[in-house]
């Protein structure tokens, strides 16, 4: 299996923006979906966002929709997280997945080690 590797975290001020990105070194994910998910401290991982890579339709938790943005470069195998309006509660471990999708609940496995982002007010 090839293993994500997320980039883009850091420290950003409440209503700033990052974005994130994924590849799987250079190499397809061989999946077809990929979604993003976040683990903040004390608390249990959950979905944030999917997309179906061959068409990049995308599928977000509530607390996503209108702030953050999926999409894909297909022909480079890179998946990112455009997060814009950040608050604290975003403050969490980000991490890419191979995603699939169950009775409308998203479920994500073959984890990278994540990318750390922090919200600062």
């Known amino acids: 299996q090839v293993q994500p590797v997320e980039s883009g975290g850091g420290l950003v001020q409440v209503g700033g923006s990052l974005r994130l990105s994924c590849t799987a070194s250079?190499?397809?994910?061989?999946?077809?979906?990929m979604g993003w998910f976040r683990q903040a401290p004390e608390k249990e991982r959950e979905f944030v966002a999917a997309?179906?890579?061959?068409?990049?339709?995308?599928y977000y938790e509530d607390f996503a929709k209108g702030r953050f943005t999926i999409s894909r470069d297909a022909a480079k195998n890179i998946l990112f997280l455009d997060m814009n309006n950040l608050k604290p509660e975003d403050t969490a471990v980000y991490y890419c997945?191979?995603?699939?999708?169950?009775?409308?609940?998203?479920?994500?496995?073959?984890w990278g080690q994540g990318t750390r982002v922090t919200v600062s007010s």
């Open positions: 997945a191979r995603a699939s999708v169950s009775r409308g609940i998203w479920t994500g496995d073959n």
């Open positions: 250079g190499r397809s994910f061989e999946s077809n979906a």
């Open positions: 997309l179906w890579w061959s068409d990049g339709a995308p």
